[in-house]
């Protein structure tokens, strides 16, 4: 588990809960380059049930993750992008669904998660907008 929470009593709380297995380990916030990742077989993206995340379809993170060949579990954005290798988190239940699902799938999602990273790529993005990325680009940066 990693990354940042909204409060230090949250962290504590969700630590104490987590420190019983022996399989899990505990991070603070990293970059995801920075994370072992090899033996990942899906990332778990809990979202809580405020008003703003119903807008959320595609979180920069899901990409980040995806890119990697990661699937992802979801919570808390009913309006999530589903696919296969997306899926959304009612409850414990469907975690447990999730995990199966993802060990299972692991290896035929990868060209479909390759094939939907490129799709949603920045340059795609700009390309179905109708903007050359060239035209972005400020020649005077320092390199």
Do not use: C
Not at 65 to 74: D, E, H, T, V, Y
Request: glycine share 4%; proline share 8%.
């Amino acid at each position: 588990m990693v990354g940042p929470s909204p409060s230090e009593a949250q962290r504590i709380g969700v630590i104490k809960m987590l420190s019983e297995f022996k399989n899990i380990t505990i991070l603070p916030e990293h970059d995801l380059d920075a994370l072992p990742l090899d033996d990942v077989i899906a990332a778990f993206i809990p979202y809580g049930h405020k008003q703003y995340q119903l807008a959320i379809e595609l979180p920069n993170k899901t990409l980040h993750f995806l890119s990697r060949g990661i699937p992802i579990l979801a919570s808390g954005m009913p309006n999530l992008i589903e696919h296969p290798f997306i899926q959304k988190m009612k409850d414990f239940a469907s975690f447990d669904v999730g995990i199966e699902s993802s060990v299972k799938n692991f290896n035929d999602w990868q060209p479909i998660i390759k094939d939907f990273v490129k799709a949603n790529s920045a340059e795609s993005r700009l390309q179905l907008l109708g903007i050359k990325r060239e035209s972005h680009i400020d020649t005077n940066w320092p390199q």
